[in-house]
């Protein structure tokens, strides 16, 4: 695709602004491409490469707005979306919480976005990937499934106020599953916005070994144990915990955390003191987006530390009604880690339980921050600081604010996909050791 | 558009491929939401552009660009044929396709009204009375919203195949919010209504506004109800529950696909293995019977033909409780179909945009209702025969592990049934079972006067993630002695 460039975006926004009649304009263009390869059953299945556009251009009038969006950058196609749009906003009702669009903002270097090495990878590139799985599994007698992904784009933002911002982003994504005849399931991901220190062969490695020693797995009486927890589980439960710190939602009071806004203003733990949580596009770990989709800046948010709620998310409309700044939502995260390894958690538990990772987390009561899931490709049981043997999956109902309370030991930090993210995931977690977590249920599923 | 397919199939012939198809689609939505008195994001996109698929040495390629010209197509198409190429080294089965009739021919949702032809007011207006019926009514906040679809496809193949078709949805939504000032609890109650597979005739014949007021007032109830005391009890369970019940753990494990393994990376597998088939007893024989039916009338998954050019159908999935067919597409007939001993097709391949492979994706998956020979059998015949359990409505929060065994769903509002009544509203509900045993605890299906389509707009399978929009059908059903649990917690 030829317009993934600065100025061509430049170029793009200029002309759908000079287009524009309503007094207010906003356009966000978001030119993409990518491929992916995916295999199971020891086989490539499907591959493909796909060029896409966004082009979404909101109009105001006065607190009249509407907006329409097209994946086409003819002229007529620019022309229409813009029409489109205008007529949309003349004919909606006027919307109080509608703010002003932005005008020229200062942003964030976010540099670990674009690698260069990952811009134009082809199908070769993820064949190798793949081969090399495929290869691992038959010689191990697995049978092995997973993706390969990769992406190039480009998000500039222009207003009618003069805003322009852009910034590039790749990525590749790579997971596996890999499973025995005789019940065995492992797992392995990751994601990097660069082909350098991307390593999926360790990914392969880690699916194939789980795999291995997940096989025959016993039933155990579903309970309270304790729980050591790969880093991706800790994202897939932080991740959902973190779309609660909205200040509206908190001051409607239909937030988990509206029952705590005394302790907040009161600056008292909430969690952990090990627990510290941020968002910094800047980030070398898990590099953010710096602008949201308004144009609005991301700067480096401490979310939670040592325990205590620091910041909570607020739009532009609630800040301005209640004297507030307003503070974008978290567009990637960062939680602190300890020294602690994975084989140390184990050594150190005299009963408990080891996931690999979890899977189908859903809310159940958004007033406790209650979720649900299950364990999924390896559970293990540990007795007297060793892995006795592999148990078969649960089901747990559990919070994460319990989770962040209940921390016993922490590992190194390292960037991770949650169980239904991927190419967008930028967040770094460590893995836990929490006590007293709650696995309800039995589940047969390998 | 035949002239930008011919350039794809001849380029794709002359670089050697053995089939190609392409799609050349638009795609047109219309969104417009409303949180309490004011009406936010009135928003239409628009999508148009191409995807090429072919099979070189048995291999499959695709590309897809929104750059839709003869350069393009000739560009995108050598693409195709190169990634193919690529992949061959990890291919051992190559891929086959059965033969199909050619098909030329075109196909719409038959609709009454079209929803793109609905003004912005109208919509507006809806969403604003729906949410001033509701906040008369009690709630401390609504938010509602109305989407319309449309999906303009053309299909050619080097089969021969020449089709067009355009798929109309619509989805009118509505949730209600209560805040609970000296407890400090919140909670919400959903709007009943579904996304459905007609066009605006759904929304206005939907009794919305009168809804929006009851779903306030019975999540003021709710939050004012009982605990429920966890235990094994009888479920009573609503059309509208059923759907995602249905979706979750028949729909996905009936999918050839899973049951041999090609989501396993992701979605998952199933506890329907292919050995399973005319075998596994699903459920209770005298009321399971399930259909796959592309081809049901207002069915979200409804359609003339599938992404692979084949003409859709109904087909069974359980019948008389026995595991009777998955769910296929062209290529699975080739590869499985005689050893499975199924050999029809039953075109559930779906891609849902242009710059998406095509796939195995559900078809509207419902359960039957029950012959009574026309008498009317709803929830007040089931509940009469229930000592302990509990009458769920509409959908909530749900669950299920990678092979569909282990589940757990909510709903909206729960209702104790006590000695063969319903005596008042329960909060903190949830039923968790295991497929099999859950449905063989089916002991009574309702008549067809309460059969109801549920559905999802959105439901996600694949890598990358691909979202599929499909109904499910049901009357009222009953389960004995399921494992309820109590979701409430303190923090």
């Given at each position: 695709m030829s317009f993934l460039s600065d100025a061509d975006a430049k170029r793009i926004t200029e002309k759908v602004l000079g287009l524009a009649t309503a007094p207010e304009t906003v356009v966000y263009l978001n030119p993409s491409r990518g491929g992916n390869t995916r295999f199971a059953r020891n086989e490539v299945t499907t591959s493909g490469y796909a060029e896409t556009c966004i082009v979404l251009v909101t109009s105001r009038y006065g607190l009249r707005q509407g907006s329409a969006q097209t994946n086409q950058i003819d002229d007529g196609s620019l022309a229409e979306v813009v029409r489109r749009a205008e007529e949309i906003a003349r004919l909606a009702p006027e919307d109080p919480e509608t703010m002003p669009v932005l005008g020229p903002q200062t942003y964030t270097a976010?540099?670990?976005?674009?690698a260069a090495d990952a811009d134009q990878l082809t199908a070769d590139f993820r064949g190798k990937i793949v081969a090399d799985a495929i290869g691992q599994a038959k010689s191990k007698g697995l049978e092995a499934a997973g993706f390969v992904q990769n992406f190039s784009d480009a998000d500039a933002l222009a207003t009618s106020r003069g805003l322009f911002v852009y910034r590039r982003t790749t990525g590749i994504v790579y997971n596996i599953t890999a499973r025995s005849n005789d019940g065995g399931s492992g797992w392995g991901g990751g994601v990097s916005n660069s082909v350098a220190g991307f390593e999926p062969s360790s990914m392969t490695a880690r699916a194939m070994d789980i795999a291995l020693k997940s096989a025959k797995p016993v039933a155990l009486e579903p309970g309270n144990y304790t729980a050591i927890l790969p880093a991706e589980c800790v994202a897939d439960l932080a991740v959902n915990l973190l779309n609660g710190f909205d200040q509206r939602g908190i001051d409607e009071g239909r937030s988990f955390l509206s029952q705590f806004q005394k302790q907040i203003a009161a600056g008292?733990?909430?969690?952990?003191?090990k627990v510290t949580l941020i968002s910094d596009?800047?980030?070398?770990e898990a590099p953010g987006n710096n602008f949201d989709i308004e144009g609005l800046p991301i700067h480096r948010t401490d979310w939670v530390k040592d325990g205590v709620v620091k910041s909570i998310a607020c739009s532009r409309y609630w800040a301005k009604k209640t004297g507030r700044q307003p503070l974008p939502a978290w567009q990637n995260l960062i939680m602190s880690g300890g020294a602690a390894s994975i084989d140390e958690m184990v050594a150190s538990t005299q009963r408990g339980l080891l996931v690999t990772r979890f899977w189908y987390v859903r809310p159940v009561d958004p007033h406790t921050a209650l979720f649900t899931g299950l364990t999924r490709d390896g559970c293990f049981l540990v007795e007297n600081g060793k892995v006795t043997r592999p148990v078969k999956n649960f089901r747990w109902n559990e919070t994460p604010v319990k989770m962040l309370r209940n921390i016993q030991a922490m590992g190194p930090t390292r960037r991770v996909i949650t169980s239904e993210r991927d190419i967008a995931s930028a967040l770094a977690f460590p893995a836990l050791k929490v006590t007293d977590f709650t696995f309800s249920s039995l589940s047969d599923a390998v | 558009m035949q002239e930008l397919a011919a350039v794809a199939l001849e380029t794709a012939r002359s670089k050697g491929a053995s089939y190609a198809d392409i799609r050349i689609n638009r795609y047109k939505q219309q969104s417009l939401f409303a949180r309490e008195d004011h009406v936010q994001n009135a928003n239409a996109q628009e999508r148009y552009g191409f995807g090429v698929r072919v099979l070189v040495d048995g291999v499959w390629g695709f590309a897809a660009s929104m750059q839709v010209s003869k350069e393009h197509v000739a560009r995108i198409t050598a693409e195709a044929v190169s990634i193919a190429r690529a992949n061959?080294?990890?291919?051992?089965d190559p891929v086959e396709l059965v033969p199909i009739p050619k098909a030329v021919d075109t196909w719409q949702t038959?609709?009454?009204?079209?929803?793109?032809?609905?003004?912005v007011q109208t919509k507006a207006d809806l969403l604003l009375a729906m949410n001033a019926a509701a906040l008369k009514a009690g709630a401390s906040f609504v938010n509602s919203g109305v989407f319309s679809v449309a999906e303009d496809k053309y299909f050619a193949s080097t089969d021969g195949c020449a089709i067009s078709q355009l798929l109309t949805r619509v989805w009118p939504l509505c949730v209600v919010t209560v805040v609970d000032k000296g407890t400090g609890r919140f909670d919400t109650r959903a709007v009943l209504s579904s996304p459905m597979g007609t066009g605006w005739e759904y929304v206005e014949s939907y009794p919305l506004v009168a809804e929006a007021a009851q779903a306030a007032e019975q999540c003021k109830e709710k939050l004012a109800a009982k605990s429920v005391t966890p235990g094994k009890k009888d479920l009573v369970l609503s059309p509208e529950n059923m759907w995602l019940t249905i979706h979750e753990s028949i729909g996905h494990p009936t999918e050839l696909d899973r049951a041999l393994g090609y989501e396993a990376n992701f979605a998952g597998t199933s506890?329907?293995?292919?050995?399973?088939?005319?075998?596994?007893?699903?459920?209770?024989a005298k009321w399971m019977n399930v259909v796959g039916d592309k081809t049901q009338r207002d069915g979200l998954a409804t359609c003339g033909y599938d992404d692979d050019g084949v003409k859709t159908t109904q087909f069974d999935i359980v019948k008389d409780g026995r595991f009777v067919g998955y769910q296929t597409i062209r290529e699975q007939v080739a590869r499985y179909g005689k050893s499975l001993g199924d050999t029809r097709l039953k075109a559930c391949c779906y891609a849902d945009d242009y710059s998406s492979n095509p796939f195995q994706r559900m078809p509207n998956v419902s359960l039957r209702p029950h012959d009574w020979g026309g008498k009317k059998v709803g929830w007040e015949q089931m509940v009469a025969e229930v000592k302990d359990g509990v009458l769920i409505e509409g959908a909530g929060s749900f669950s299920i592990d990678q092979q569909r065994y282990n589940f757990q769903f909510g709903g909206q509002v729960f209702w104790e049934i006590k000695n063969g009544k319903k005596v008042g509203m329960l909060r903190d509900v949830a039923y968790q079972a295991r497929t099999p045993q859950f449905w063989g605890s089916l002991d009574m299906v309702g008549s067809d006067h309460f059969y109801k389509l549920g559905g999802s707009f959105f439901d996600g399978k694949g890598q990358p993630i691909q979202t599929n929009s499909v109904s499910h059908g049901s009357s009222w059903c009953r389960f004995r002695g399921v494992n309820v649990i109590n979701t409430g917690r303190k923090i």
């Open positions: 976010a540099p670990g976005l674009f008292e733990k909430l969690f952990s003191e596009p800047a980030s070398r | 061959r080294a990890t291919m051992h038959p609709i009454v009204k079209d929803p793109f032809r609905v003004s506890f329907v293995t292919p050995d399973q088939l005319n075998k596994l007893q699903y459920g209770a």
